[in-house]
């Protein structure tokens, strides 16, 4: 089964700009893998962010952007709010299996 | 409003069975495929198993193939999740989450399952 790997954990300053990955042990994300973000906050139930790598629901906040970048999945947020403190994970798709990511513990300090 | 709500959730000792169930409202519930994700305390999230709007297309992660079985009912906008041979790892909570085309985008608030002796 394929790895998908993100950074542990983040710090941003509030109004800041903080940039998520997610890699695969497989080799590059491409678009092919459909990457999706999600953003769970304590005790709460995931929230879809972003899905085919750069687009957003209706609910995704602006500041919040997707792309592929450098053989990985991305997520920015730039101008980071006190509310986006939170546990971000990235889904990849694997031809009808999904694998999520490790995880990302976000901090806004 | 978009609603899915999971029940079934409990306390079970290892090697014995539950179903979930994913009921669902406020759209065209056989248009969608519907995923199960659960989460360990404390872990990650973990995608279980999909089951695609006409029940053509499941698929099943390797850690619960052979043991889980997802099943729909159209016609009660339901979801359901047939957990046997349950295993200490199997504790978590077991949310559905809704897809179409590809895009998942609601989640349900998720059901706690419990396997110890």
């Known amino acids: 089964q394929a790895v998908v790997t993100q950074e542990p954990s983040l710090t941003v300053s509030p109004g800041g700009t903080v940039t998520l990955t997610c890699g695969s042990n497989t080799g590059a994300v491409t678009s092919g893998h459909y990457p999706f973000w999600f953003q769970q906050k304590p005790g709460q139930a995931p929230r879809t962010l972003i899905y085919d790598a750069s687009k957003k629901h209706s609910w995704t906040p602006a500041r919040f952007s997707g792309s592929l970048l450098g053989g990985k999945a991305a997520l920015t947020l730039s101008g980071a709010q006190p509310e986006d403190e939170a546990e971000y994970y990235c889904?990849?798709?694997?031809?009808?299996?999904?694998?999520f990511g490790t995880g990302t513990k976000v901090t806004v300090l | 409003e978009v609603q899915l709500v999971e029940s079934g959730g409990g306390l079970v000792k290892p090697g014995g069975s539950l179903r979930l169930s994913c009921a669902t409202a406020g759209f065209t519930f056989s248009s969608y495929s519907i995923n199960w994700v659960r989460q360990a305390p404390g872990k990650g999230l973990e995608w279980v198993s999909s089951i695609s709007s006409s029940s053509t297309y499941i698929d099943y992660a390797e850690s619960v193939k052979g043991r889980f079985t997802i099943s729909r009912d159209n016609a009660k906008n339901q979801i359901y999740l047939q957990m046997n041979s349950l295993r200490v790892e199997d504790t978590a909570v077991y949310y559905c989450?809704?897809?179409?085309?590809?895009?998942?985008?609601?989640w349900g608030q998720g059901t706690l399952v419990s396997v110890s002796s």
């Open positions: 989450t809704r897809e179409a085309y590809g895009v998942v985008d609601y």
């Open positions: 889904m990849l798709s694997y031809r009808g299996a999904r694998v």
